[in-house]
């Protein structure tokens, strides 16, 4: 029976990777072998090491190593002979899926659009030993830079699929800020967004949010704290916001572990010097050009920077630049705070 079922009434189709999984098993005639391959790739239970499963065959590690490797080619040989039809069905909906996802995606990422719904470990596990059978499929194995991913074979072995993330993460870090995914391909050679986005995905190095990538050290596409996701949200919203709105908008956005307190945004934001008080509760980012300090600091600051006094309805307009308060506030420093002196009809210095 084809290991291909249709899924939906427009033909689209899934995988029955427990059915092919299965059936490719039931090719290796030896029952050691077979628990060497499940066992190694975790196609039942979690992954065992070269180590384990030699210490419960009774046999050295090496000779574990050996006999895997034997195997697979057994299966590949035979995979490609057609004498196990589920590697060819395997290959088939992996190479259509994977042409519309960029050419390459993570295990993850495939096995979620293979089985159409978010998939276990288990499910991940059977995807990548099939596709590791596969002639027409690449698998690019996880290490400290890249995750475990499945790419088309005729765009390019292992080593170039590495070679081409490692040219994304350059062009980001030589960025030195978050850019789309289409900028990010302007500054590459590759025919299309998708698969510059496909190799992105792959790269440990690498984080996304709201289509922003960036580095992983980066805490605009990937906050890992308070402060960092307050920093987010600010400088989306592009203007000051309450600490209670702040509180809301987290708590509404796609963060992971985003059930915080109001009170715990607003410690936050009184502890870092990124975030500025320019009202009643209201903060800004330092870096749209709010200065820290009181409604008089503000005042002393303007009033020193400017070359002659200034008239207070000036005084008020400028201020009101950097501060989100009432005028009569404004307007009751500059009246009642010794730091400060009439010298004309409502024109105003700093005290000497």
């Given at each position: ?132 059978l596969a002639p027409r499929l690449t698998v690019v194995d996880e290490n400290d830079n890249y995750k475990i991913s499945v790419g088309i074979a005729e765009y390019g072995d292992e080593k170039k699929l590495r070679g081409q993330i490692d040219d994304v993460v350059k062009a980001v870090k030589e960025h030195g800020e978050p850019l789309t995914i289409e900028q990010l391909h302007e500054k590459l050679s590759y025919e299309h967004p998708a698969h510059v986005r496909a190799l992105a995905s792959v790269s ?149």
């Amino acid at each position: 029976m084809s290991q291909v079922q249709a899924a939906t009434a427009n033909e689209k189709t899934t995988l029955d990777i427990d059915g092919a999984i299965e059936a490719i098993l039931s090719a290796i005639e030896q029952e050691r072998e077979r628990e060497i391959v499940t066992r190694r790739f975790g196609l039942y239970d979690r992954k065992e090491t070269l180590e384990q499963i030699g210490e419960l065959l009774g046999i050295t590690r090496e000779r574990v190593r050996q006999l895997e490797k034997a195997i697979l080619i057994r299966l590949k040989i035979a995979g490609e002979e057609g004498r196990i039809p589920a590697i060819q069905d395997v290959e088939k909906v992996i190479v259509r899926e994977l042409s519309e996802m960029g050419r390459l995606a993570t295990v993850a990422d495939l096995t979620d659009v293979l089985l159409g719904d978010k998939a276990t470990p288990l499910a991940r596990a059977r995807v990548a030993f099939a596709a590791t059978l596969a002639p027409r499929l690449t698998v690019v194995d996880e290490n400290d830079n890249y995750k475990i991913s499945v790419g088309i074979a005729e765009y390019g072995d292992e080593k170039k699929l590495r070679g081409q993330i490692d040219d994304v993460v350059k062009a980001v870090k030589e960025h030195g800020e978050p850019l789309t995914i289409e900028q990010l391909h302007e500054k590459l050679s590759y025919e299309h967004p998708a698969h510059v986005r496909a190799l992105a995905s792959v790269s440990k190095h690498l984080s996304n949010l709201k289509d922003m990538w960036g580095l992983n050290k980066w805490p605009t596409v990937n906050p890992k704290n308070i402060r960092d996701k307050i920093y987010v949200i600010l400088a989306e919203n592009g203007k000051p916001m309450h600490f209670s709105e702040i509180a809301d908008a987290i708590k509404d956005s796609n963060f992971s572990r985003k059930n915080v307190t109001t009170q715990a945004i607003h410690n936050e934001l009184i502890k870092d010097g990124r975030f500025v008080l320019i009202g009643r509760g209201i903060y800004a980012l330092d870096s749209w050009g709010y200065s820290k300090g009181t409604v008089a600091d503000t005042i002393a600051d303007i009033l020193r920077k400017s070359p002659e006094p200034l008239h207070r309805d000036e005084i008020v307009k400028r201020v009101l630049k950097n501060r989100q308060v009432k005028e009569t506030t404004i307007l009751l420093n500059l009246q009642s705070k010794p730091q400060f002196k009439r010298v004309a009809k409502a024109t105003y210095a700093l005290a000497e």
